[in-house]
């Protein structure tokens, strides 16, 4: 039995109680942060319970950090007040931008990789790890269209982010899969790309197909895809063990599916585990 972080689960409210008894070794959680940016309450205060048994970290999708502004300081004033609360495992955020002239909008959107980007986003994260006094983690995002004006291979750019910034990256495979289908690359070679080093967590989830168009979309409201098992198996056995996450955020099924989901992700990476 191991205490390591191998895999863990997407916090749900409804599966307090049986997150809470759960004896799985080395399982921990993880939950968006912005649904814990409040004063106090019964939210709060599950969390504060949760992350007295186990290991927590904080996922957000509000920094906007690929917008031209600076990380909004109320927003990031909130972060770091969680962060010093929990002390999370990791903290990570998206490769995107949702937020331009005080508007936020309610989904993270892609930009052209061009070097003014690329600068954009050093800044952004720099101002968050200053503020937090730690490395945060980059998610790759999903693509639904082939933007132009790229000056950056997305896998260049990443590595340049992490040289300028020191952050570590967060590789979402079924981000992988997903642009893979939707913009026709090769998802296993693209993996064999990404470089090791960085990654400090995988995110594993279900995707679903668009009813109209020749899309999939990353809606976290099925189990995760064989597709996505098998790259996910490709890239452990060249990276070996990484704190794993299974996220389901619509069709939330019982704690004892996303359970048997967490356990088949963990049983791949013990192996690694024992041989580390």
Known sequence: MTTTPTAGIGFKAEHFEASLGSTAAGLWFEVHAENYMVAGGPRLAMLAELAERFPISLHGVGLSLAGPDLPDP???????????????????????????????????????????????????????????????????????????????????????????????????????????????????AWLDRFPLAPVGEIHLAGHTPDPALDLLIDSHAAPVAEGVWTLFERFVARAGPRPTLIERDAEVPPFAELLRERHRAAAILLPQVANA
């Open 74 to 188: 109320t927003h990031l004033a909130a972060l770091v007040r969680l962060e010093q609360r929990f002390s999370p495992l990791l903290v990570s955020e998206h490769l995107a931008w949702s937020r331009l002239d005080g508007r936020c909008f309610p989904d993270l959107l892609p930009f052209p990789r061009t070097t003014a980007a690329l600068r954009q986003i050093v800044r952004n994260v720099d101002a968050t790890q200053t503020a937090l006094g730690r490395t945060i983690l980059i998610e790759n995002p999903s693509h639904y269209l082939a933007l132009t004006g790229h000056e950056w291979d997305e896998i260049g750019f990443l590595i340049e982010l992490v040289r300028r910034t020191g952050c570590g990256l967060l590789l979402d495979v079924n981000n992988v899969a997903v642009s893979a289908h939707n913009l026709g690359f090769d998802a296993g």
